[in-house]
């Protein structure tokens, strides 16, 4: 990323340059009060403006004829993004980084093809669905995903086994080499499906990845299992993630050992790290220290619809392993217009508990929204907003913020105008 100044960008607009696309969004927001600073009040006239343009965008593709031919695909693209607040800060015009992708590269025969651009990388098939970390990121096991250059070679009916390899004849004991398989996915019997994956790095890190998922389907019932494990610098690990519906019920289920995202991870130092934790040098044999390990997830979910009940109930278990964080949240429908939710939690390592309740009201004019939660502070919420009393504008009046009622943590009001372009 460089920063491009506005002298830079108002020179390419001289020049005439075609812009391939122009979108982003401008928000006007005014707090009208605000508790939480000083108790002030009164307009704000903060304004924002997040866009981004394409400068150049192109794509190039090429088939060949005969019966055995070469097809490539390409594309190219030169965006900017704009990402601009009159809270005296100064205006980020960023260019990102020229982006030229080859999407596919690869020699075709009757029933195979070789792909130039280079092996496979380890596969991942198990996620999950039902937690975000801190990061926002999916709680998911996936080995550090090295490749060394190479090809993929894929065959209709067998898969694709990916192959790579580097050295130098003046040092051998450095050569790498790395071997990929994918199946395709197979029938097993009528409704069940399968499919594996497997793959090696051969290095200082010896790095081995397997993984298969499994599915069924029928009218009344879906079920699928899935699971990554490897073998890496942080040593053995795996995940599972399961799912099952059957008639009004649905459960998820997560297990992983380890995790490559947010906080459910390993230090930031382990991953390629040159020093451990102790500042002694790092090498392939050490034992990385784990920052949060063994994450189990489990959520069921019953629709009560189907029995003409217009209610859903939800469980939840979190972090079942160690923290044992556990909730029951119940939505119901009142009527067209009118949802509601109830819900509670209580976490057994800590006794800690909650309980919340919100409302939301909607009909073409607007959208009215209200919710409240203690957890020891008693945290409270409401807004209203329209998307169709001017059009091409949203525009929302909001309190927010109010998360310690008790404390004097009261929040602020604020009223927003976002129009999107």
């Known amino acids: 990323m460089k920063k491009v100044s506005t002298l830079l960008l108002t020179g390419l607009l001289?020049?005439?340059?075609?812009?391939?696309?122009?979108s982003g969004t401008a928000t006007l927001t005014n707090t009208l009060i605000n508790f939480n600073d000083n108790n002030?009040?009164?307009?704000?006239?903060?304004?924002?403006?997040?866009?981004?343009?394409?400068?150049?965008?192109?794509?190039a593709e090429m088939v060949g004829e005969g019966d055995i031919y070469a097809e490539i695909n390409a594309s190219l693209n030169i965006p900017v993004t704009i990402?601009?607040?009159?809270?005296?800060?100064?205006?980020?015009?960023?260019?990102?980084?020229?982006?030229?992708?080859?999407?596919?590269?690869?020699?075709?025969?009757?029933?195979?093809?070789?792909?130039?651009?280079?092996?496979?990388?380890?596969?991942?098939?198990?996620?999950?669905?039902?937690?975000?970390?801190?990061?926002?990121?999916?709680?998911?096991?996936?080995?550090?995903?090295?490749?060394?250059?190479?090809?993929?070679?894929?065959?209709?009916?067998?898969?694709?086994?990916?192959?790579?390899y580097t050295g130098t004849f003046d040092d051998l004991s450095a050569t790498k080499a790395y071997v990929a398989y994918e199946a395709p996915e197979m029938e097993v019997a009528?409704?069940?499906?399968?499919?594996?994956?497997?793959?090696?790095?051969?290095?200082?890190?010896?790095?081995?990845?397997?993984?298969?998922?499994?599915?069924?389907?029928?009218?009344?019932?879906?079920?699928?299992?899935?699971?990554?494990?490897?073998?890496?610098?942080l040593g053995y690990n795996a995940d599972v993630v399961a799912n099952v519906a059957v008639s009004l019920l649905t459960v998820d289920a997560?297990?992983?050992?380890?995790?490559?995202?947010?906080?459910?991870?390993?230090?930031?130092?382990?991953?390629?790290?040159?020093?451990?934790?102790?500042?002694?040098?790092?090498?392939?044999?050490?034992?990385?220290?784990v920052v949060n390990d063994n994450m189990l997830n489990v959520k069921a979910v019953a629709d009560l619809n189907d029995f003409d009940v217009p209610a859903s109930?939800?469980?939840?278990?979190?972090?079942?392993?160690?923290?044992?964080d556990l909730s029951a949240q119940v939505d119901v429908t009142l009527t067209e217009e009118l949802s509601a939710y109830v819900k509670g939690g209580y976490v057994l390592s800590s006794s800690d508990w909650s309980v919340g309740a919100g409302a939301t009201y909607a009909v073409d004019a607007y959208t009215l929204a209200a919710d409240v939660s203690y957890n020891g502070d008693v945290a409270a919420s409401a807004s209203i907003e329209s998307t169709t009393l001017v059009n091409g504008a949203t525009l929302t009046l909001e309190w927010a913020d109010g998360d310690d009622l008790l404390g004097g943590t009261y929040g602020a009001v604020t009223a927003s105008c976002t129009m999107e372009f």
């Open 14 to 22: 001289g020049t005439g340059m075609v812009f391939a696309g122009f």
């Open 40 to 59: 002030s009040f009164g307009f704000a006239n903060k304004t924002e403006l997040d866009a981004t343009i394409d400068i150049a965008a192109s794509t």
């Open 83 to 164: 990402d601009e607040t009159n809270d005296g800060a100064d205006t980020d015009i960023v260019a990102d980084d020229i982006n030229i992708a080859f999407d596919s590269a690869n020699i075709v025969g009757d029933g195979w093809k070789v792909s130039i651009l280079g092996p496979n990388g380890p596969v991942d098939y198990a996620a999950d669905t039902i937690a975000l970390d801190d990061d926002d990121d999916a709680y998911n096991y996936s080995v550090n995903g090295d490749t060394v250059a190479g090809v993929a070679v894929t065959l209709d009916d067998l898969g694709t086994v990916s192959v790579g």
């Open 190 to 233: 009528e409704g069940l499906t399968a499919q594996v994956a497997i793959s090696g790095l051969l290095d200082t890190t010896k790095e081995a990845a397997a993984s298969a998922k499994v599915a069924y389907a029928s009218d009344d019932l879906s079920a699928s299992v899935a699971v990554d494990a490897g073998k890496d610098a």
């Open 254 to 289: 997560y297990y992983g050992s380890t995790n490559t995202n947010g906080d459910f991870d390993v230090d930031e130092t382990s991953l390629g790290a040159t020093v451990n934790d102790n500042g002694t040098p790092a090498d392939a044999t050490d034992d990385f220290n």
């Open 313 to 324: 109930l939800t469980l939840t278990g979190l972090d079942l392993i160690k923290k044992q």
